[in-house]
């Protein structure tokens, strides 16, 4: 669902990145949906299903498909893929037809396709995870042994030094960021599954044509995921763990930056229209904006585990609405991030 807040361009890049909603964007999911569609048409030469000219002739299609307008075809049956094959098939012979997508379903391309965009989208979550903790690594070295209130329930406490509480921030992202390789081993299973999740029926090839296209996608091959969305729920969960570790540190951020406490010193704009002593924390408000955001996100993700029977469609379009969303606001926090810690000019109990 677009919100015109994030994508006119009024807000610049608060509330949105670029990056990451370009992994979603039509022209990018196409793509990998016609990674998953070449990688079968080259197994059915491969196990035979079909004559191996056929499936040259039909690879040639599809690399040489170039239209985006497939939102026709999900007006009509509710997703892209139906169209895609049938532009696929077009031009090409009957024997070159039957080398697209032949045992392939729907949810094979689309499910496919959207590992392999979060795999992408993890890539640059990453990257940045680990820019952000070198940076507060930075301020650890810069501003470590400087003194600074602890404080509990927002009350002071006791005496301790900036090292206490950036390494608090610090800690569970180093922590994140070891975790995002179990997500990514999660993720990374090809679907594959047939009409109903049995592979192997009725279509006796799926089961030997799957086997080639885990391996020419750099993919795993597990057991049919079609009702099981563990590990979209996975990815959601550890989007939820980064964005809500950086709101942390924006909230305490925003505490610190507070006229009468003055424990951090940022420099960069935040002016006010109508006072003009004022310099608003305006990153750190947005991480805690999009990590409240995020973990609201995640409670709706959830609800995409539960699909009726062997394939839902309901459920299914729920991951569609969430999953990049939480994705770009995840981006988007990173980004703040980054730019906030860099404007740190002095964190401690002022002189």
């Given at each position: 669902?677009?919100?015109?807040?994030?994508?006119?361009?009024?807000?610049?890049?608060?509330?949105?990145?670029?990056?990451?909603?370009?992994?979603?964007?039509?022209?990018?999911?196409?793509?990998?949906?016609?990674?998953?569609?070449?990688?079968?048409?080259?197994?059915?030469?491969?196990?035979?299903?079909?004559?191996?000219?056929?499936?040259?002739?039909?690879?040639?299609?599809?690399?040489?498909?170039?239209?985006?307008?497939?939102?026709?075809?999900?007006?009509?049956?509710?997703?892209?893929?139906?169209?895609?094959?049938?532009?696929?098939?077009?031009?090409?012979?009957?024997?070159?037809?039957?080398?697209?997508?032949?045992?392939?379903?729907?949810?094979?391309?689309?499910?496919?396709?959207?590992?392999?965009?979060?795999?992408?989208?993890?890539?640059?979550?990453?990257?940045?995870?680990?820019?952000?903790?070198?940076?507060?690594?930075?301020?650890?070295?810069?501003?470590?042994?400087?003194?600074?209130?602890?404080?509990?329930?927002?009350?002071?406490?006791?005496?301790?030094?900036?090292?206490?509480?950036?390494?608090?921030?610090?800690?569970?992202?180093?922590?994140?960021?070891?975790?995002?390789?179990?997500v990514r081993v999660q993720l990374a299973i090809v679907q594959i599954g047939g009409p109903i999740g049995t592979r192997e029926m009725p279509q006796v090839h799926v089961a030997d044509c799957a086997v080639k296209v885990a391996e020419t996608l750099g993919l795993s091959l597990g057991p049919v995921w079609h009702a099981d969305r563990s590990r979209i729920i996975a990815l959601g969960h550890w989007l939820a763990l980064v964005a809500g570790s950086l709101g942390k540190i924006g909230q305490d951020v925003a505490l610190m930056v507070q006229q009468g406490v003055d424990e951090v010193s940022l420099s960069g704009g935040?002016?006010?229209?109508?006072?003009?002593?004022?310099?608003?924390?305006?990153?750190?408000?947005?991480?805690?904006?999009?990590?409240?955001?995020?973990?609201?996100?995640?409670?709706?993700?959830?609800?995409?585990?539960?699909?009726?029977?062997?394939?839902?469609?309901?459920?299914?379009?729920?991951?569609?609405?969430?999953?990049?969303?939480?994705?770009?606001?995840?981006?988007?926090?990173?980004?703040?991030?980054?730019?906030?810690?860099?404007?740190?000019?002095?964190?401690?109990?002022?002189?």
């Open positions: 669902m677009t919100n015109a807040f994030t994508t006119s361009g009024l807000f610049g890049g608060l509330l949105s990145d670029q990056a990451i909603a370009q992994e979603f964007d039509a022209p990018a999911f196409t793509a990998r949906m016609l990674a998953f569609e070449a990688a079968w048409t080259q197994a059915l030469g491969a196990c035979g299903v079909v004559p191996a000219h056929d499936a040259e002739t039909a690879l040639t299609a599809i690399r040489e498909f170039s239209s985006e307008n497939l939102g026709h075809g999900s007006d009509r049956d509710g997703l892209p893929v139906p169209a895609l094959v049938a532009t696929l098939k077009s031009d090409l012979t009957k024997g070159a037809a039957r080398a697209v997508h032949t045992g392939a379903t729907s949810q094979d391309v689309i499910d496919t396709a959207m590992v392999l965009t979060c795999l992408a989208v993890m890539d640059r979550l990453t990257d940045r995870l680990h820019r952000v903790i070198a940076a507060l690594e930075t301020v650890l070295d810069r501003f470590g042994s400087a003194p600074l209130t602890a404080r509990t329930r927002m009350q002071a406490a006791l005496p301790a030094t900036v090292a206490l509480r950036v390494d608090a921030w610090r800690r569970p992202l180093v922590d994140h960021l070891a975790r995002a390789a179990d935040g002016g006010s229209s109508a006072m003009a002593h004022k310099q608003n924390p305006i990153g750190a408000e947005m991480m805690v904006a999009m990590a409240r955001y995020v973990a609201g996100q995640q409670g709706i993700l959830g609800q995409a585990m539960i699909h009726e029977q062997e394939r839902s469609g309901a459920a299914w379009a729920l991951e569609w609405l969430t999953l990049p969303a939480m994705a770009e606001a995840t981006g988007a926090t990173l980004n703040h991030a980054e730019s906030l810690i860099a404007s740190i000019e002095r964190i401690g109990v002022p002189d």
